[in-house]
């Protein structure tokens, strides 16, 4: 099993004459389907190792505990699911050779793979369902990058990050908030971020986080004046290249600038309720009033899904 997985998903769908987002899926041949489930035994990633992370928390008195904590348990979050991804696909297999019996709920499980449809909780940290390759290429792409991210907090912490690979994205905000106030010894309410939108890392800081990856919605971004600007369209989204954030103190955030502030919500995902899927506020220059951007329910998100 030397291929790429997007070749072997590949040559899968390609031989079945199907396209790779098509959500009108037929149902595919049985030795089809043991192919799927061999080729899903050896691509579904393995559980992250966590047990040096576990062992270092142990120690305490860490500087960027909480984000250790949280990068630890959003490990677990994905450990789990996957846990129970690979024992469903080896009851599966099992179940083809007669050395299983096929529970309603393992029949379910085998319906949805021979229509090339993901199990819905093999992927509750999505907002909906990806064509089935896109799924699988996603979730290994989530697991690689929390286990860089658990390597580089053990010795520092992180200065890039994708919200789009966690589990819980907003615990990850929270832990810098948290580390901060224990360092400066005050609470976490009393905290919050400074904001900075930028198209490339020219003038980089070693200090606060990069996040990469969000879109605003419903309106667009000035970096010129540097400001939330009117969108021509009516309904728009436009990529912020890189959001910087520095977790500092309320009494200490001074606007430098000349425009009011935006409280702007972070979703999870723009096409959910705001209320159930907004992570934090992030206060932001806007030349528009503050009223139409709530009417026009400009938000940033972190998934186009």
């Not at 899926?25 to 966590?50: A, F, G, H, K, T």
């Not at 348990?73 to 096929?102: H, M, P």
């Not at 929390?146 to 789009?164: A, F, G, P, V």
């Not at 000349?258 to 919500?265: F, G, I, K, L, N």
Request: proline share 4%; hydrophobic share 40%.
């Amino acid at each position: 099993m030397d291929v790429l997985l997007s070749d072997i998903t590949r040559a899968i769908l390609n031989d079945m004459k199907l396209s790779l987002g098509d959500e009108k899926l037929v149902s595919i041949r049985y030795d089809e389907y043991l192919q799927l489930l061999s080729i899903l035994s050896v691509r579904v990633p393995e559980e992250i190792n966590i047990v040096e992370i576990d062992a270092q928390l142990d120690i305490g008195h860490l500087a960027n505990g909480c984000q250790l904590r949280f990068l630890r348990d959003d490990a677990n979050r994905y450990n789990k699911i996957i846990r129970v991804i690979r024992t469903e696909i080896f009851q599966l297999r099992e179940a083809t050779n007669g050395n299983y019996s096929l529970t309603p709920k393992l029949e379910m499980i085998g319906s949805n793979l021979r229509n090339l449809i993901v199990p819905s909780h093999w992927y509750p940290y999505l907002p909906k369902r990806l064509p089935f390759n896109q799924w699988l290429e996603d979730l290994c792409r989530r697991v690689v990058t929390i286990t860089s991210y658990l390597h580089i907090s053990q010795e520092s912490d992180i200065n890039d990050c994708d919200l789009r690979v966690f589990y819980q994205p907003a615990g990850f905000l929270n832990s810098l908030l948290q580390d901060y106030s224990c360092l400066v010894k005050a609470s976490v309410l009393d905290m919050d971020f400074e904001v900075k939108v930028i198209e490339n890392y020219s003038d980089k800081s070693d200090h606060g986080v990069y996040l990469t990856g969000l879109r605003l919605y419903n309106a667009k971004w000035d970096f010129t004046k540097c400001c939330i600007t009117q969108s021509q369209e009516e309904q728009s989204t436009c990529p912020l290249p890189i959001v910087w954030l520095r977790p500092i103190k309320i009494l200490s955030k001074v606007n430098k600038n000349s425009y009011q502030c935006y409280h702007c919500p972070i979703l999870h995902s723009y096409y959910q309720d705001v209320d159930k899927n907004c992570m934090i506020t992030l206060s932001l220059p806007t030349e528009i009033e503050i009223e139409m951007l709530h009417l026009k329910r400009v938000a940033i998100s972190i998934t186009d899904l």
